[in-house]
């Protein structure tokens, strides 16, 4: 059977079909759902060549469902992060968005694109584009929205995600994916990432309110936020990093993410500004806090409401885009 051939994956609880699309090359096989866009597993070998499952995920679409809150893999929609008070002003006027994490709009809304079903089309021998129309009005954003994620791996295992979108009316847009590393591979038993060791390219990050919402820009320098040299990740993180290299029109290498424990190793490049780093401690349900970590490349949260961040707006005419590549690779 072909790697681009969708299989039964199964139902969600309304009878719709969920299909997986598998992808591989290099040694990397990734496996994508049509159903929330999600990255249902990413496997790659440790040091001794093992192959295992390095994101968090489940067996069958009902997981996804009882389990939506914490958007395991999932490709994230129209706006990632938050947005304070569900509101934001735009050419005059304001407008209200569906409020789900307290006062906030959280990753677009109690039903945003991690919820929605994707039109999955083969793109040569190892990429998948999904696709989906947005209609004005969905959730409270306005505009049509035509919007497509490319998922490819490239020749060297690295899976590159390429988001585009167009609107007819002025809007906002920011989009990423969910995923949860845990490159101690998620079936070994690994079930802690704190001993996993990062880096982020960034000499400032977003300090956040009780709502989690950003109130300015600080230095990272002597403090717990500091990840310019690699370390140990630890628990009790959920902020934005304000990426040294800024908007760029190619993506930058950001990131890395080191296992100790199975040689594995993550690099994250991005074109996006901002980086969020969540250390899953507030995991519930089959994973234990702090068994996986999000790192969401993205435009800053609540950048509609904050004129001095970088544009989210996306007008008829222009054309969204953003790409992020999850690179892979051993060390001794």
Sequence with gaps: MSQLSGTHFGTLSDGTEV??????????????????????SVEVPDR????????????????????????????????????????????????????????????????????????????????????????????????????????????????????????????VVALTNHSYWNLGGVD?????????????????????????????????????FDFRESRKTGSGYDHNYVLDKGVTGEAVEVAEVYDPASGRVLTVATTEPGLQLYTADALTGPFAPGSGIALETQHFPDSPNRPDFPSTVLRPGEVYRSETVYGFGLRD
């Design 19 to 40: 299909r997986c699309w598998t992808l591989e090359r290099a040694g990397t096989r990734v496996r994508v759902l049509s159903y929330g866009g999600i990255v249902r």
């Design 188 to 224: 070994s038993g690994a079930e802690s990432t704190a001993g996993h060791e990062l880096r982020i390219d960034a000499s400032r990050y977003t300090p956040v309110d009780a709502d989690l919402i950003p109130t300015g820009v600080a230095e990272v320098a002597g403090t717990r």
């Design 48 to 171: 001794a060549g093992r192959a295992g499952n390095v994101v968090l995920g489940f067996a069958e679409p009902g997981g996804y469902e009882e389990h939506a809150g914490p958007y395991f893999g999932a490709l994230i929609g129209r706006y990632a992060n938050r947005i304070a008070g569900g509101r934001f002003p735009l050419d005059g006027r304001t407008y209200d968005v569906v409020r789900n994490e307290g006062p906030s709009c959280l990753h677009g809304g109690a039903r945003g694109f991690d919820k929605r079903m994707w039109e999955v089309t083969p793109v040569g021998e190892h990429a998948l584009r999904l696709s989906r129309v947005s209609p004005d009005g969905e959730e409270g954003f306005p505009g049509r929205l035509e919007v497509s994620a490319t998922y490819a791996l490239e020749e060297s295992g690295a899976l590159r995600i390429a988001y585009e979108a167009v609107t007819d009316a002025p809007t």
